[in-house]
């Protein structure tokens, strides 16, 4: 929703009959959630693409011959506070290894999967119980 969409919808709320107080109040958060929201999407859009301009700069740079290609995504993760240090290093690596290794698999081609047929098919069959009574 652009801005002036929220706009409207406030200027409706604000002219609806008082007497609907609970109902215009939850209309007025729901507006509200929905505009903080917007405003983190917005800002997670926005470090994603410096993040994405930062790495692409940077093989730009590396495949240039650049002497210090890093610095570009260096000063990013800086800026962010990302930086890995000490111990986050070797957790860093091992889970990006084991995402690469998730993501091959779900690109592998899966094997069809055979239909039992009825007859075949297991049944969970329980006990039979009598109430005493």
Do not use: K, W
């Not at 200027?11 to 917007?38: F, K, N, V, Y």
């Amino acid at each position: 929703m652009t801005r002036s969409e929220f706009d409207d919808i406030r200027a409706h709320i604000a002219a609806e009959d008082p007497r609907s107080g609970d109902l215009l109040e939850i209309a007025h958060t729901l507006l509200d959630d929905l505009e903080q929201l917007r405003m983190r999407e917005a800002i997670l859009r926005t470090n994603y693409l410096r993040l994405l301009t930062a790495a692409r700069a940077t093989m730009a740079a590396d495949m240039a011959g650049d002497a210090a290609p890093m610095t570009f995504l260096t000063h990013e993760l800086e800026e962010h506070g990302q930086m890995p240090s000490g111990e986050q290093i070797q957790h860093i690596l091992s889970d990006a290894r084991a995402g690469q290794t998730l993501l091959a698999r779900l690109e592998e081609p899966s094997a069809p999967r055979r239909s039992i047929p009825a007859r075949l098919a297991v049944r969970c069959v329980g006990a039979t119980r009598r109430l005493r009574g």
